[in-house]
């Protein structure tokens, strides 16, 4: 039996667009081929959550802590990464209950919503647009993202302090660790150092020598570099690097 490649998975390798979601992206992971696929490379921790369509089934990825390796055959994927700290609010789900876990929406959503859900992109023409209009609709029904998320996430991408970012917010540190947890599925201080993760791999993937790397995306130095490289997705940043 030979299974046709859906049109909205004809190229192949992984592309990605600015959703009309803010501060979202809409992206598509299809296999070249049967050794090859999203199986291949680790998805690392960037400090976001993503709604997931592949074959049949809607999923959440919820925030990683660590590197997650995907199982099984290569298939195509359709995903909506929604901005840090906003898709609880979209879900209806604190993100520390998805901390490092891959859940069915049905497990999250009323069943016969998901089922209704599922056959629209079933039949959708490109499922990753599909994805995104649900997200809109579900936008409009939850409302606006809290500003101080986008502004906490904004301060620790530039490498601000966790504390001098709380006292600018006007919030005390217990607050915000509580309030993290529900938007991000970890404490500031792992946003922090998630952050700074991505920001030393595009300085990296750019061709910044390692030790400027470390100094520009805010580590002591370049043995704390490795060591947080290691420690975040299990795979030294050379070998990152080799991998795409």
């Excluded at 190229?11 to 049967?34: D, F, I, M």
């Excluded at 050794?35 to 592949?54: F, I, Q, Y």
Aim: proline share 10%; charged share 20%; aromatic share 6%.
């Amino acid at each position: 039996m030979v299974v046709e490649t859906p049109a909205w998975a004809a190229g192949a390798g992984y592309a990605e667009r600015p959703s009309r979601l803010p501060g979202a992206v809409v992206w598509t992971n299809v296999p070249a081929g049967s050794g090859s696929g999203p199986g291949v490379l680790p998805v690392l921790p960037d400090g976001c959550m993503d709604l997931l369509w592949s074959e049949g089934r809607l999923l959440v990825a919820g925030p990683d802590t660590r590197a997650y390796h995907p199982a099984g055959p290569p298939a195509p994927w359709a995903g909506l990464r929604f901005f840090p700290g906003t898709a609880p609010g979209y879900l209806g789900v604190p993100a520390h209950e998805l901390r490092d876990r891959r859940v069915e929406l049905a497990e999250l959503w009323p069943a016969a919503e998901v089922r209704r859900l599922s056959a629209r992109l079933d039949s959708a023409r490109d499922p990753a647009v599909a994805l995104e209009e649900v997200a809109l609709e579900r936008a409009v029904a939850t409302g606006p993202p809290d500003p101080l998320l986008r502004h906490l996430v904004t301060a620790l991408d530039a490498g601000r302090p966790v504390a001098a970012t709380a006292d600018e917010l006007g919030v005390g540190a217990r607050q915000l660790h509580r309030r993290s947890l529900t938007a991000f599925g970890y404490g500031p201080k792992t946003l922090a150092r998630v952050l700074r993760l991505q920001r030393a791999l595009a300085l990296a993937r750019a061709g910044v020598p390692f030790a400027d790397t470390a100094a520009r995306a805010g580590f002591a130095d370049q043995a704390h570099l490795a060591r947080d490289v290691r420690q975040l997705t299990g795979i030294p940043l050379g070998g990152l690097l080799s991998r795409g």
